[in-house]
């Protein structure tokens, strides 16, 4: 009977975790919140598969050689990549933090975990596209179609701004202001942290025109500007269902500019705005900044920018008057998932 007391006190936890504590104290992010939840789900899956239930659950398989096994059990029977087993260990962490600051008890658990050390990575080098590239990507939708108007539209936006997939998928009409002395849009980041990206005229002219396609005369501001067919435009479109589209015009980019990789994805058309922006002139502090990056080293690593670079950069901010410087712009099934409301 105390066991079956401690399987509930850990499954209360886990749900008050998931449902409260997370987003209220941790993230506002949908893609972390799920990170959290699927490391936790997965998790059960592994103790299941150990013979745990929620007759035997305690404290003892939240330990660190329970979780070790867990990161080989992702490994081997998963094929899950260093990466996504850090990622897994990550939001676990997270939970293991949480779970100790509700009972010293539990602390333990949280102590060791931090022992355990992370898969080690080759680090992946993003390509992004070349200007052909991108001139090509922007031919490529069909403009006699409203699905090809949509598509021209969100890739200039991918490209034009350097946000994230995301960010763009986010995107409500109230964040954009089309009819300012200079067009601009707000994007909320990481974290929700807002940073504004100016809209030159095309741009300007190809959303206008997406606008009288898509939405209504006076548009709602609740809207997403790349709405779902189902949900009232009130339901964002699908990451699969964007980067299915982006595949489709690569396809058709790449016949005429071999440069387009087959495989392209949404990050390419970020990774290749901030180098060019670099090719321009612009410096890597400025570059940081415009990608929403909370700190310099990340665009150092991003960019595989020099130390060299990176010291001119710093300077830069230490002669921001130099005239010199350019100034650009319930499964029923009784599992454990369900007893632990996952």
Request: net charge positive; with cysteine; glycine share 4%.
């Amino acid at each position: 009977m105390e066991k079956y007391k401690e399987a509930a006190i850990i499954a209360r936890y886990v749900s008050d975790f998931l449902c409260n504590y997370a987003p209220t104290f941790l993230t506002a992010s949908p893609c972390t919140l799920k990170s959290y939840r699927d490391a936790l789900k997965l998790y059960m899956d592994f103790l299941e598969k150990q013979g745990i239930n929620a007759s035997n659950l305690s404290r003892r398989y939240l330990e660190k050689v329970w979780i070790e096994k867990w990161i080989v059990w992702l490994k081997d029977d998963r094929k899950c990549s260093q990466d996504t087993c850090n990622v897994r260990l990550g939001s676990f962490r997270a939970f293991l933090e949480y779970l100790a600051a509700q009972n010293v008890e539990f602390l333990y658990l949280y102590q060791e975990s931090k022992q355990i050390r992370r898969q080690k990575c080759i680090k992946k080098k993003i390509k992004g596209f070349t200007r052909k590239a991108v001139s090509a990507m922007l031919s490529a939708p069909d403009l006699t179609t409203k699905t090809g108007r949509r598509d021209l539209v969100f890739i200039a936006l991918l490209y034009a701004t350097a946000a994230r997939l995301d960010e763009i998928r986010s995107l409500k009409i109230c964040q954009l202001h089309l009819h300012a002395e200079k067009p601009y849009v707000n994007l909320i980041g990481k974290g929700g942290k807002i940073r504004t990206a100016y809209l030159l005229p095309k741009i300007v002219s190809y959303i206008k025109i997406y606008l009288r396609d898509f939405h209504d005369s006076i548009p709602d501001p609740d809207a997403y500007l790349f709405y779902s067919r189902v949900g009232n435009k009130k339901e964002k479109l699908t990451e699969a269902a964007l980067a299915k589209r982006i595949k489709i015009c690569a396809a058709r980019a790449h016949e005429i500019c071999p440069d387009v990789p087959l495989d392209a994805h949404a990050h390419q058309f970020r990774h290749a705005k901030a180098s060019h922006w670099l090719e321009d002139g612009m410096n890597v502090v400025q570059v940081s900044f415009l990608l929403g990056h909370a700190q310099l080293e990340t665009t150092m690593r991003y960019l595989d920018i020099s130390i060299d670079d990176k010291a001119k950069a710093i300077a830069t901010l230490q002669s921001e008057t130099d005239p010199c410087i350019p100034k650009k712009w319930k499964n029923p099934n009784g599992s454990l998932k369900a007893f632990c409301g996952l």
